[in-house]
């Protein structure tokens, strides 16, 4: 897995392009933001193709016509897919380049906070389908991932929080260290310290390559990477990707998961407190009624990390330490999305 930061971005993309035998793949707020340098990068030529932003373009529509314009474009086996954009347009694109042809190279170059730590780094490409998220897809590693981290400028509030739920969840599973640093410098991250930044960006690609380079398929220890996601996931499906971006479901389906971990007595009072200290005033906790608990559940029985008709679960056991669970109770998963976690 190969990927580095670069300081202007536009002209090392230059090298990645293969004369006419690659497109690039962008949604329409990239595009409106940089369509200047898109434009002088390209030089004219039609390689480009513009999704709407958000969630809900990662679809078999947008796959199709992504697979059009390869096909018009006369992509071959040689060519490449750059994609330029959050983790809609890497796991979008990217797994376009794995299934075109039996797979093409592309370039991650992610444009979000939480892309940059997280979706560009890995090799997870893949679709939503029928409300439930990621359910198609396939493991197809980028040819390099570049981090620009003057990208981050331009993100609004909100999406800085998307990408801190993914940057707090690497703390909580590995490294406590790196969770109590990630909680004194949360004001310099919204700020946009950029010292701060690239390093909180650097420590959290290391720990995700950490486990990825140990276990590419995500068959073991690749797996505690999920904690918060088994909710985080379900709370995204119910309100049809549009409430809740990916790191503010991430960080809700933590506080929910880390009820579980507390109720089981695998964590302790006042690590649970720590965590939810850290975690809450992030994202506003949902109020969900028992018939809406249920739909949520239904959702997570359909997660596709489970095994064994069983919902998986990662789950903290200790200060920067998470395990598997296959044997969360139905009732205890109720109990903990119920609770009110500031009063527990």
Not at 24 to 35: F, Q
Not at 37 to 61: C, D, H, Q, T
Not at 157 to 171: N, P, R, S, V
Not at 278 to 298: A, C, G, T, Y
Request: hydrophobic residues 40%; contains cysteine.
């Amino acid at each position: 897995m190969v990927w580095k930061q670069v300081d202007n971005i536009w002209e090392e993309l230059y090298q990645y392009l293969i004369d006419d035998n690659f497109i690039l793949v962008t949604d329409k707020n990239v595009y409106n933001i940089y369509k200047e340098e898109l434009e002088n990068l390209l030089k004219g030529r039609e390689e480009i193709y513009i999704i709407p932003s958000g969630e809900a373009s990662k679809n078999l529509e947008e796959l199709s016509n992504i697979y059009s314009l390869l096909i018009q474009r006369n992509i071959d086996r040689k060519g490449r897919i750059l994609c330029l954009g959050g983790g809609v347009v890497g796991d979008l694109a990217g797994f376009a380049a794995a299934t075109y042809k039996r797979g093409i190279e592309y370039v991650q170059i992610p444009t979000t906070l939480l892309s940059q730590v997280d979706s560009s780094i890995g090799g997870k490409t893949g679709i939503d389908f029928s409300g439930h998220k990621n359910i198609i897809g396939s493991f197809h590693f980028p040819l390099i991932t570049l981090i620009c981290t003057s990208f981050i400028h331009t993100l609004p509030e909100k999406e800085i929080t998307c990408g801190l739920g993914e940057i707090i969840k690497y703390g909580l599973i590995q490294d406590y260290n790196f969770f109590k640093y990630i909680e004194r410098n949360m004001n310099k991250v919204y700020s946009r310290d950029m010292k701060v930044l690239s390093f909180i960006i650097e420590k959290s690609i290391k720990i995700k390559l950490s486990m990825v380079e140990k276990d590419k398929l995500d068959a073991a220890i690749r797996q505690n990477l999920n904690f918060g996601h088994t909710v985080g996931h379900s709370i995204e499906s119910f309100f049809g990707y549009t409430k809740y971006n990916h790191g503010e479901a991430v960080i809700l389906g933590m506080m929910y998961e880390s009820n579980i971990a507390y109720k089981r007595n695998l964590i302790d009072k006042e690590y649970y407190n720590e965590i939810i200290k850290v975690l809450s005033p992030l994202v506003e906790q949902i109020i969900f009624s028992n018939d809406e608990i249920n739909i949520l559940l239904e959702y997570m029985k359909n997660d596709k990390k489970n095994k064994y008709g069983k919902i998986s679960f990662i789950l903290p056991v200790g200060r920067g330490k998470v395990n598997i669970f296959y044997d969360v109770e139905e009732e205890l998963i109720i109990k903990a999305i119920l609770n009110d976690y500031k009063k527990e």
